[in-house]
């Protein structure tokens, strides 16, 4: 079955950069979507990010659009994401997730365990 782990997050100063790493097994990277979701306390758990099997078409929510880029490893059968200029809004669990291009949470049936992103001011 599929399964993911992710890892990567940590505390950061604003204006920072991090990098949020997704190891899948279970399925090739190439043959699955991933979705990165994030959950801020007090909120919804939202969609920032996802991309397709097959060609790999990225797609990003606006609040993350030129700052973050998600990308896959053939080699490692990673997902990755990586976060540039890190704002505290962004502070929140992230998690990937598989199987769906979408940004709905509800059509993921295999997530990973998150990771906890802190960003000071």
């Known amino acids: 079955q599929v399964q993911l782990v992710e890892s990567g997050g940590g505390l950061v100063q604003a204006g920072r950069s991090l990098t949020l790493t997704c190891v899948i097994s279970g399925a090739l990277v190439d043959d699955i979507a991933i979705g990165w979701f994030r959950q801020a306390p007090g909120k919804e758990r939202e969609g920032i990010s996802c991309i397709s099997s097959g060609d790999g078409s990225m797609y990003y929510e606006d609040p993350v659009k030129g700052r973050f880029t998600i990308s896959r490893d053939h080699a490692k059968n990673t997902v990755y994401l990586q976060m540039n200029s890190l704002k505290p809004e962004d502070t929140a669990v992230y998690y990937c997730?598989?199987?769906?291009?979408?940004?709905?949470?509800?059509?993921?049936?295999?997530w990973g365990q998150g990771t906890q992103v802190t960003v000071s001011s």
């Open positions: 997730a598989a199987d769906s291009i979408s940004l709905l949470p509800d059509l993921y049936d295999y």
